[in-house]
């Protein structure tokens, strides 16, 4: 019987993720997850996503997010295009 060092539940954007980076760390990683591989009903699925460095939650994000950019920076598509497309954007909201 197979012995493992990491049980992963569910296997969407973060779960995958983090299996992923777990097993090139060398751990024996099982990812479980209730739905077929390559479904389109998580809630990070879709054709396009928004990666921001300004988080009003605080300062202590602003690692994490730089570490987000470095890490999609570095994936590529199966044809060797990057993922990432780096779009500037402003946002603003009316006075109170």
């Known amino acids: ?7 992963v539940a569910g296997l969407g954007g973060f779960g995958s993720s983090a299996a992923a980076h777990l097993a090139r760390r060398g751990l024996r990683v099982l990812g479980l997850d209730p739905r ?7 809630a990070s699925h879709g054709e396009s996503r928004i990666v ?3 988080y009003f939650e ?20 199966a044809d060797g295009r990057p993922l990432l497309r780096r779009l500037r954007a402003r946002a603003t909201r009316p006075p109170p």
């Open 58 to 77: 605080g300062a202590a994000y602003v690692p994490l997010l730089r570490r987000t950019y470095e890490l999609w920076g570095g994936l590529r598509a």
């Open 1 to 7: 019987m197979p012995t493992y060092d990491v049980v």
């Open 52 to 54: 921001r460095k300004v």
């Open 36 to 42: 077929p591989a390559a479904h389109t009903e998580g």
